[in-house]
């Protein structure tokens, strides 16, 4: 019997690397008066529904789907959240 | 202040991990006469790879011709320099980033671009145009195509948002370089500041600027990785790559040509491989000065980062300058407005050595020259004949094909007909257009591009500011396949059409930067390789009078196969050579421009069929599944008369288009040429030959040979056209036939006006347009 579990990614940037769309935000920021924003990394956030046999089988998949397709392993860092979904029935 | 004392000698493991070797190690010992630390090991580790000293290649690379009278600046600066007349001064140079792209194919290919720009304008050259030549496996497998599209959205990413049009390239797809794709990027500047930029420190006391991005840890020890073999633990070594930010580098573009005509800089370099210690080592080698930095003054993106990381962080958009003392607020001002960091980091000192300042310490302490002059050397025993394998290649001959019949050949596919061949040809990716790729890249912006890519042989550039009629041509070019079976004539032939694809747009040949891609050389078999084709190069070089003014090198460009055998690529000595235009209203394209127009070929005609051969062509690989034979030799005299006889015909407005035979010999050429006007062709191909001379269909059709352009004329121009080429050419040429006789067709007769090739030009354009864009859609 398979269950549904919910995933919540986090893909960011590793540290070393650097963020031209943060620097960007960040000097934005500064321009309109926040001048004590000292530093912005801008990631990204998926979420995804899937089924599994149980948790560890849901787990290992996302994090081959992360490091596969999700996020670039090169340059980010990924994690991610797993809580098994109630099947609410209004979805067909 | 203390100073450094010995501290403990390293491990074997630890030496070996920057990339040493233990004689090495031991040198480094007896100069510094002590141990080094930490941070002066992991310099020496990136400033002794192959990628920054040549310590195999550099004896090889004194046989190059380097001086002429157009050459302002040869190799040893960022970029080579050569004079166009009326002022106008051309900065060229091309770089790998094959490593890199490897492991991250769209940040390595995106930083490659980025790097060689740097080199550019650190000349104080503003950059005008970018070329690449790419190697990559087969499309049809999954790891090349990501590789492919990878590198080709990086090199769009970064080139597009610079602002500087990519006009130009080559791409070739080959098994022979599955897992390490080449990505080499060359740059075109023109020189914008009175005097050239040169890197070399001087004046005691004088300020050293950081300036440009901050430092972040990424791109650790990029150099000495770009000098490792590549194996599946690549994979672990991701962090290496650096990621480029390209507005910011067009604002340090900017901000240095501005800041060179203060005049208030006296020396610029770019940091690239090996980032600080690359910088300092050379700018204080070349002044025969030292240099003393703060890294604490240096503006860094991440915390607790140790001199280790500060000195050998590849992090991207960065610069060295060297100011005269009491100006260098002047420089900061202009960096501050175009929004880069800007700090005066260190001195230049009269002692000649690199002395690197952290947290009031000295933290490393190196003989400049140590690391960038007086480098290690390796003169290596060269193989006295062909290795085994080439001897063995070398014996094939045609006569082990199938018998040829007028309608076609026996294939290991079954029996094939001169038509489907020539559509197999044209449906080859290495042959077929590139569309797919250069629709990605901006080829327009700066509104200088006189001929657009897939257009003609080589990429022309208009002038700024056109006061002058004058213009540039600029190509990139090497068929490895020559080079792997005869690593000398091969290495000739490249150069050769290099030289005969800007002959085919009108331009003068001037001067060349090369980018030596090759096996490891530690290993007989990639020595020879690279030597030989080092001799190539060299010879081919003087005899066209293209000095080299520069270029790169990558080595090591070998992958572990799952069986545990090294693979090394084909040796791909690629050749960037610019060319002078005269005048920009005579440029000439490669297609047909009108019904009517007569067909010639120039050069190595069908009446000398032993100049024309199979051996290395692109037929015998596609078609018979052959890496085998003798490639073409190049015969200088020949070039040289075919390529001026084109050019003078191009100059006197008489040649409409002119299109190099390469790949798929003449009747590929042919049919690129029908593509690209939209008009078909009527030609007779039979040779004139001696009854009792053998000859082959195949060998007249798809034969390579070198020294072979098609051009086109206007009919009323047939007599003092071929008065002029029986003049200048003698025998070597032919006419062939006629455009457009047939609109929808290319048809090849023979004498008694059998028709060997009906091909209609709906459906081989079709195969030649979509060969990538078909392979790349699942």
Same mark, same amino acid.
């Given at each position: ?92 | ?173 080959? @098994? ?14 023109? $020189?914008?500041? @009175? ?75 770019? $940091? ?26 240096? @503006? ?117 007909? +001169? ?45 700024? @500011? ?187 407005? +008489? ?39 053998? +000859? ?36 070597? +040429? ?45």
């Amino acid at each position: 019997m398979l269950r549904k579990y919910q995933a919540r990614i986090y893909v960011t940037l590793r540290p070393s690397v650097l963020d031209p769309a943060g620097t960007a935000v960040q000097s934005g920021l500064q321009h309109m008066g926040y001048e004590t924003v000292e530093q912005v990394r801008i990631g990204k956030y998926v979420e995804l529904v899937l089924s599994a046999a149980d948790e560890d089988k849901a787990r290992e998949q996302v994090d081959r789907i992360c490091d596969r397709l999700l996020a670039n392993p090169v340059i980010e860092n990924y994690r991610f959240d797993l809580t098994e979904s109630v099947d609410t029935g209004v979805a067909r | 202040m203390s100073s450094i004392t010995s501290s403990a000698p390293f491990s074997a493991e630890e030496i070996a991990s920057v990339g040493l070797k233990p004689e090495e190690y031991e040198e480094i010992v007896r100069r510094l006469g002590r141990h080094p630390n930490q941070a002066e090991l992991g310099m020496f580790g990136v400033m002794w790879s192959e990628h920054c000293c040549y310590k195999n290649s550099r004896p090889l690379l004194k046989q190059f011709p380097t001086t002429g009278d157009r050459i302002l600046v040869g190799p040893g600066e960022n970029a080579g320099v050569v004079d166009l007349g009326d002022g106008l001064r051309l900065a060229f140079k091309i770089e790998s980033h094959n490593h890199p792209s490897a492991v991250e194919p769209f940040q390595g290919a995106a930083t490659g671009v980025g790097g060689i720009l740097r080199d550019i304008f650190t000349m104080g050259a503003r950059p005008i145009a970018l070329l690449n030549s790419l190697r990559f496996g087969s499309l049809e497998d999954a790891h090349t195509r990501q590789l492919f599209t990878g590198v080709v959205s990086g090199i769009a990413h970064y080139g597009n948002a610079v602002g500087v049009p990519t006009v130009g390239g080559e791409i070739y797809f080959d @098994p022979a370089y599955s897992s390490n794709p080449l990505v080499n990027v060359m740059a075109l500047g023109l $020189m914008e500041t @009175p005097e050239i930029v040169k890197s070399g420190a001087a004046g005691v006391g004088n300020p050293v600027l950081y300036v440009g991005s901050t430092t972040g840890r990424d791109g650790m020890g990029g150099a000495s990785f770009a000098s490792a073999e590549l194996s599946d633990e690549s994979e672990q070594d991701r962090p290496a790559v650096q990621v480029g930010d390209p507005f910011l580098e067009k604002s340090l573009i900017e901000a240095c040509l501005e800041a060179f005509k203060t005049g208030a800089v006296v020396a610029a370099q770019d $940091m690239g491989a090996a980032g600080i210690t690359c910088s300092t080592s050379e700018m204080a080698a070349r002044g025969g000065v030292g240099i003393e930095l703060d890294l604490d003054r240096i @503006p860094v993106r991440e915390t607790g980062m140790v001199p280790y990381e500060y000195l050998l962080s590849e992090s991207q958009e960065r610069m060295l300058f060297v100011a005269y003392k009491g100006r260098e607020q002047e420089l900061i001002t202009i960096f501050h407005r175009w929004g880069l960091q800007a700090v005066v980091a260190g001195t230049v000192i009269a002692e000649p050595v690199v002395r690197i300042l952290f947290q009031g310490e000295i933290a490393a302490e190196i003989p400049a020259a140590a690391l960038a002059e007086n480098t290690p050397l390796y003169h290596r025993d060269k193989l006295g004949e062909p290795p085994e394998f080439i001897r063995q290649a070398c014996q094939w001959t045609s006569d082990r094909l199938p018998t040829c019949t007028p309608t076609g050949i026996e294939t290991p596919d079954g029996f094939r007909t +001169w038509n489907e061949i020539l559509l197999t040809l044209l449906d080859t990716p290495s042959i077929a257009s590139k569309r797919w790729v250069y629709r990605q890249y901006d080829h327009q912006v700066q509104n200088n591009t006189v001929i657009l890519p897939g257009r003609a042989d080589a990429a022309v550039i208009r002038l700024r @500011p056109p006061s002058s009629s004058k213009g540039v041509a600029a190509t990139v070019d090497c068929n490895s396949r020559y080079v792997y079976l005869d690593p000398y004539e091969g290495a000739k032939a490249v150069v050769a059409e290099a030289a005969r694809n800007l002959s085919c747009v009108g331009a003068e040949p001037l001067a060349v930067t090369d980018n030596l891609n090759f096996g490891n050389p530690e290993k007989p078999i990639g020595y020879w390789q690279l030597a030989e084709a080092c001799r190539g190069l060299a010879d081919a070089c003087r005899e066209l009078g293209t000095p080299v003014t520069g270029g790169n090198v990558s080595l090591y460009n070998e992958t572990i196969a799952p069986t545990g055998q090294p693979q090394p690529i084909y040796p791909t000595p690629v050749v960037g050579m610019v060319g002078l235009i005269p005048d920009l209203t005579r440029v000439c394209g490669q297609g047909w421009q009108a019904k009517g127009d007569l067909i010639y070929l120039l050069g190595r005609c069908l009446t000398a069929l032993d100049r024309l051969t199979l051996g290395g062509s692109e037929y015998l690989a596609t078609i018979h599944h052959t890496v085998a034979g003798s490639p073409p030799r190049v015969d200088f005299k020949l070039e040289r008369l075919v390529q001026a006889t084109c050019r003078e015909g191009i100059r006197q407005g +008489w040649v409409r288009s002119a299109h190099d035979c390469a790949e798929g010999g003449v009747v590929v050429a042919l049919a690129e040429a029908c593509i690209s006007g939209g008009l078909g062709a009527d030609v007779n191909l039979t040779p004139t030959v001696h009854k009792d001379m053998s +000859w082959r269909w195949d060998c007249v059709l798809f034969g390579e040979g070198g020294a072979q352009i098609v051009v086109s004329i206007l009919p009323e121009l047939q007599v003092i056209w071929e008065a002029y080429l029986q003049q200048h050419l003698g025998n070597d +040429w032919q006419k062939l036939g006629s455009v457009g006789n047939s609109d929808t067709s290319l048809r090849v007769f023979t004498a008694d006006t059998q028709l060997v090739i009906d091909a209609k030009i709906k459906e081989m354009s079709n195969r030649y347009s979509k060969a990538i864009e078909r392979r790349l859609t699942f």
